[in-house]
């Protein structure tokens, strides 16, 4: 549909075509829920911004009395909760587009009970990072011809954004997408998100496997 649609083609080229930004030149660094409503449309809720907050070394700014919450390591942070939470849009998906935004050298793992379903969550980062319904954050944080112009891989299951803004040299993918009984080992990774593993031997299996993924 993408090819077929001329009006979106249209709109797609003149997203990629912006030439505001130039190399080592970035929006304004804003934190997370102020980026997230104004350049992806979506309010970050209390009860997810607690997990940002916990991601970024601070306490949750908002505890409901229904919550229990045990400060743990730093840089293991556990969160439970239901079904339809907005776990996955508000955070495996727009608060990685954010990461991007402000850092675009960073290396994420995303990982889920399977491969498929985190495939699905990358899509959505990949749609962020190039649609035209966000072209002012691409405007304002992407490079010249967008996040994907001349990328070294760009497709299902890992992305490097476009090397006019990511300068670090770094081999590993800046979003990769793998199921738990990927190949884990070896990868290096700043963030690493486990979605959606349902039980407490998947999650512990994860968490050792990953001790190996030298993850910041």
Do not use: C
Request: net charge positive; hydrophobic share 40%; aromatic share 8%.
């Amino acid at each position: 549909w993408r090819r077929e649609d001329p009006a979106f083609v249209a709109e797609v080229a003149r997203v990629k075509n912006m030439n505001t930004m130039t190399k080592g030149v970035k929006g304004k660094e804003i934190p997370f829920p102020e980026f997230s409503e104004k350049y992806l449309g979506a309010r970050v809720f209390p009860h997810m911004q607690n997990v940002v907050d916990m991601i970024e070394g601070e306490e949750p700014g908002w505890l409901h009395p229904a919550m229990t919450y045990s400060k743990g390591e730093k840089d293991l942070i556990i969160a439970n909760m239901p079904p339809e939470h907005a776990k996955t849009t508000s955070v495996t998906i727009n608060y990685v587009t954010y990461r991007i935004a402000m850092n675009p050298n960073i290396r994420i793992l995303v990982v889920s009970k399977t491969q498929s379903m985190a495939k699905k969550m990358l899509f959505a980062i990949k749609t962020r990072l190039t649609h035209p319904r966000y072209a002012d954050m691409i405007r304002q944080y992407g490079p010249v011809g967008g996040f994907d112009k001349d990328s070294e891989a760009w497709n299902q299951d890992m992305i490097y954004v476009s090397g006019n803004i990511r300068d670090s040299g770094e081999k590993d993918p800046t979003v990769q997408a793998l199921g738990i009984r990927g190949q884990i080992y070896g990868a290096r990774a700043d963030l690493i998100f486990l979605m959606t593993l349902l039980t407490v031997l998947m999650l512990t299996t994860s968490i050792s496997r990953l001790t190996g993924s030298r993850a910041k």
